[in-house]
């Protein structure tokens, strides 16, 4: 009896694992990974999706977005990445974004 309850509890947690894993686009380690200067197919390559363009001012804008609302963006002009934000997937990183953000407005 106390075999099938572990292999029962192991089984179930696999299932928890592997449906989480599912809901996950982008992780932490891609983002790190994606680097100024990619074009955007190494990028979609690094990610493992190809991701859905989006809105941009500028060039052209991809999105790789996550369940929970998490994403990775890359803005990409003459068929390079100049730069890569996220939301969600790196606190210190989010941190970092909305600073040069506001560099950003502060100069106008």
């Excluded at 197919?41 to 991701?51: E, I, L, N, W």
């Excluded at 002009?77 to 969600?88: M, S």
Aim: proline letters at 3%.
């Amino acid at each position: 009896m106390r075999r099938l309850r572990v292999w029962t509890g192991a089984a179930l947690l696999g299932v928890t694992l592997s449906a989480c894993a599912a809901d996950q686009i982008v992780t932490p380690d891609e983002y790190t990974r994606l680097t100024p200067g990619m074009t955007l197919v190494q990028a979609q390559q690094v990610v493992g999706d190809q991701g859905q363009p989006v809105q941009a001012l500028a060039g052209q804008a991809h999105r790789w977005e996550n369940a929970d609302g998490s994403f990775a963006q890359g803005t990409f002009l003459a068929g390079r990445a100049v730069d890569f934000d996220q939301e969600g997937l790196l606190a210190e990183a989010g941190s970092k974004s909305k600073l040069k953000q506001l560099r950003k407005s502060n100069r106008r």
